[in-house]
């Protein structure tokens, strides 16, 4: 019976998922429908799930085109590409996947927090060019100590937070109310944690009021000695505002996974010593995707055998 359930794959995902997924599913990948007219004329009837990610999931067009479609289940924890409304209006259930990728992507946020302000990167490019032997690297800025404002005290900021409580920072952070059983200080708008911060790091979903919350004044707040990195969405981030920024010396350093048209990054940026760019990699490792493919499944096998979701959203 399984077999005949359709399920639409609408992101790139690891192949284990993949495999899975066409293994146990009549499985259809959007990419070979170049014209979706075709996919949906004649399989709409069959599609019953779709399998998105962090670039791909179901718009209110994707849903209307698939009466069928029951669930929505995504290989990532954000779900900015799923219309979450829509889904509720129509009954349609929606699982992300949470918890098994907090520590991963908390890890990289101290890796890139290192990177920039001990130059990680770039020192590791002075030895390859053969630079040392013409003299020592500069000295860089020490991590220990210093503060860290948090944008978004979730699963991920808190880890963020804990972690860098073990290098003696000082934890503050914004969201939308204050946590009333936190012990780090709340600030009431991105602007204030921005100016009391050395170094800021993004961590809340992407939605209408967090599209662009790193702007011009919250960048400007943070100075010239300030850092930013962010591991949520490239979205959260005005990316001109931030070039600019970086290129005029208004900012002190950058720390990305993510970016506003993914692969594409501003190429100004590639210049600079003091920001390190990475390829949206924040829970690419075997054991956290692996385990992420795990409750995809998880939550279909439950799902189609009338079983309690592992990870409901909706
Ligand atoms: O970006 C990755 C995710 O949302 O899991």
Redo the contacts with the bound molecule.
């Keep these: 019976m399984a077999g005949s359930i359709g399920v639409l794959l609408v992101a790139q995902v690891m192949p284990y998922l993949e495999q899975q997924l066409n293994t146990r599913y009549q499985l259809f990948r959007i990419w070979d429908y170049p014209q979706t007219t075709h996919l949906f004329a004649n399989h709409a009837a069959t599609i019953r799930a779709v399998v998105g990610g962090?670039n791909g999931g179901a718009d209110a067009e994707l849903i209307d085109a698939l009466p069928k479609l029951e669930i929505v289940s995504t290989f990532?924890?954000?779900m900015d590409k799923i219309d979450l409304e829509k889904c509720k209006e129509k009954g349609i259930r929606v699982c992300n996947?949470p918890d098994v990728?907090t520590d991963e992507v908390a890890d990289l946020s101290i890796g890139l927090i290192l990177a920039v302000l001990r130059r990680i990167c770039d020192c590791d490019r002075f030895v390859r060019s053969g630079n040392w032997k013409l003299g020592d690297y500069k000295l860089t800025t020490k991590f220990s100590g210093k503060t860290v404002g948090i944008i978004g005290l979730g699963r991920i900021g808190s880890a963020v937070a804990k972690r860098a409580e073990g290098f003696n920072c000082s934890i503050s952070y914004y969201s939308r109310t204050e946590k009333q059983d936190s012990k780090y200080k709340y600030y009431p708008s991105v602007v204030e944690l921005a100016s009391n911060c050395h170094i800021l790091v993004v961590a809340c979903p992407l939605t209408d009021e967090t599209h662009h919350i790193i702007n011009r004044e919250v960048i400007n707040a943070l100075g010239p000695k300030g850092v930013l990195i962010n591991i949520g969405r490239g979205k959260h981030v005005d990316e001109l505002e931030l070039v600019s920024a970086l290129l005029e010396g208004r900012l002190g350093g950058a720390g990305l996974d993510v970016f506003e048209n993914e692969p594409h990054v501003p190429e100004e940026l590639f210049g600079l010593e003091n920001v390190v760019l990475l390829p949206?990699v924040?829970?690419g490792t075997v054991e956290t995707r692996t385990a992420m493919a795990d409750l995809v499944l998880g939550n279909l096998e439950a799902h189609f055998l009338g079983k309690p979701l592992l990870t409901p959203w909706i």
């Design positions: 962090a990532s924890v954000g996947t990728l949206h924040g829970s």
